[in-house]
T-cell receptor, first 112, second 109 residues
C-alpha cells in the first residue's frame, strides 16, 4: 500500500516480557518518527530517524526502550521488560522534504 | 520549553454549522504548522498546513488562520458533517512535530 504500515495492530503482553513493534514507512521517505499516545492524550515524541541514524532519541522514556532502522526503510521499536505504564498506542510516521508527516494506524500495546 | 496547546478539549457542533478549533503555541520562531484529524482507532491524518509567511490558507471545507502576533492558530470547518467527528490536533513543526492534547469534536445530527 501507499501508506505507513505498522504491525501488529494490537499486542497484549505480560509484564516483564519484551515486545517488538514494526513500522514500514512510505517508500522514499527518509525521515521516520515514533510517537506514543496514551488514552485520551496527545502524541508524545519518542525518536526521530534520518536515514538509518537517530539524531534525536530524546523522547525515549527509559533505557528499556530502543529503536533501530535498517536500509533506510523499516524500523522496529523494542521495549524490554514491559511495565503496565508502557500500555499505549505507538504511532509511526514518515516524511520527506516535500511531504508532511504521514502516520500509520499504530500498534495498541496492552501490558497485563 | 515549547508547548502547543488547544484552548478547549471538547466541541459540540450542530450538523451544518461551522466549527472553529483554536490552538496556541509558545515558540515565536516556529514557521510551520499542521492540523491533523484523528478518528477512533486510526492514526492522525493530515488536514492542512500553513507556513508563517501566510495568514490564511484554504482547503476543501477547511481554513487555517495564523496570527503570529498572538501565536494563535485556528481551524475552521465549514458546514460540519458527521464524518468530521474526531479529535483534532495542531502541531508545531521543526524537524519533528510537537502536539497539543487535542480537541474532540462531536457533530450533533
Amino acid at each position: 500500500g501507499a501508506g505507513v504500515s505498522q504491525s501488529p495492530s494490537n499486542k497484549v503482553t505480560e509484564k516483564g516480557k519484551d515486545v517488538e513493534l514494526r513500522c514500514d514507512p512510505i517508500s522514499g521517505h527518509t525521515a521516520l518518527y515514533w510517537y506514543r499516545q496514551s488514552l485520551g492524550q496527545g502524541l508524545e515524541f519518542l525518536i526521530y530517524f534520518q536515514g538509518n541514524s537517530a539524531p534525536d532519541k530524546s523522547g525515549l522514556p527509559s533505557d528499556r526502550f530502543s529503536a533501530e532502522r535498517t536500509g533506510g526503510s523499516v524500523s522496529t521499536l523494542t521495549i524490554q521488560r514491559t511495565q503496565q505504564e508502557d500500555s499505549a498506542v505507538y504511532l509511526c510516521a514518515s516524511s520527506s522534504p516535500n511531504s508532511p508527516l504521514h502516520f500509520g494506524n499504530g500498534t495498541r500495546l496492552t501490558v497485563t | 520549553g515549547e508547548s502547543v496547546g488547544l484552548h478547549l478539549p471538547t466541541l459540540s457542533v450542530q450538523e451544518g454549522d461551522n466549527s472553529i478549533i483554536n490552538c496556541a503555541y509558545s515558540n515565536s520562531a516556529s514557521d510551520y504548522f499542521i492540523w491533523y484529524k484523528q478518528e477512533s482507532g486510526k492514526g492522525p491524518q493530515f488536514i492542512i498546513d500553513i507556513r508563517s509567511n501566510m495568514d490564511k490558507r484554504q482547503g476543501q471545507r477547511v481554513t487555517v488562520l495564523l496570527n503570529k502576533t498572538v501565536k494563535h492558530l485556528s481551524l475552521q470547518i465549514a458546514a460540519t458533517q458527521p464524518g468530521d467527528s474526531a479529535v483534532y490536533f495542531c502541531a508545531e513543526v521543526d524537524y519533528k512535530l510537537s502536539f497539543g492534547a487535542g480537541t474532540t469534536v462531536t457533530v450533533r445530527a
